[in-house]
């Protein structure tokens, strides 16, 4: 019985030892501005060069100063994210992108941002509950949100080329910023994106 138990421990450390000088998957800390492209595929550098050229772009047409120029209102415009959908065959986090988007806009100084969607009803919610059991004095108060004067919507698009070993991805992200009130398109903005990989 003890020479089972000794063979049994043996065969476990060998394995143990086998394993180990196998050796597993490496990984390393990087820089997380540095990209790393492993495919063709959309990835996080895409996401934050796109948002930051395209916003740079919308900040540099006449909509902006001619906002500033027809209110004697000192507050910045104030902009609400309607759609970015995701056109192409392959999952691409939107959010992630919608997040540089308004990143980069505020980081200008040019621009506010209110909520919509899910992340409004939540805030109503909150609001909702203070009315009922928050102090009158520290109540957020309904009914004084601050209306969005421009939709920021867009798309992604993508076109695949394959020959052979050779593939080329082209991405194409367009962009457009609507009046709320007059329903005018103020900006249109359009980024091409084209990779390359060989096997």
Not at 79 to 105: C, Q, Y
Request: aromatic share 6%.
């Amino acid at each position: 019985m003890r020479m089972m138990a000794k063979l049994g421990a043996a065969a476990l450390m060998g394995s143990a030892l086998l394993l180990a000088g196998c050796g597993g998957p490496s990984v390393e800390r990087v820089d997380v501005n540095q990209e790393i492209a492993l495919t063709d595929r959309w990835n996080d550098e895409d996401s934050r060069l796109v948002a930051e050229e395209m916003m740079q772009d919308m900040l540099t047409f006449p909509w902006l100063t001619r906002y500033k120029m027809s209110t004697d209102d000192v507050r910045r415009p104030t902009v609400v994210i309607h759609t970015i959908r995701n056109k192409t065959s392959e999952h691409i986090p939107s959010e992630t992108f919608v997040n540089d988007i308004k990143r980069e806009l505020l980081r200008s100084g040019d621009v506010d941002f209110v909520v919509s969607g899910d992340e409004r009803d939540q805030i109503r919610d909150e609001r909702r509950d203070q009315e009922l059991n928050a102090s009158s004095d520290t109540q957020a108060q309904m009914g004084q949100e601050t209306g969005a004067n421009f939709a920021l919507s867009g798309s992604i698009n993508s076109f695949v080329d394959q020959l052979g070993d050779t593939r080329v991805t082209s991405y194409q992200v367009d962009m457009k910023l609507i009046d709320m009130t007059s329903n005018r398109e103020v900006w249109n903005g359009q980024k091409k994106i084209k990779k390359k990989m060989s096997r």
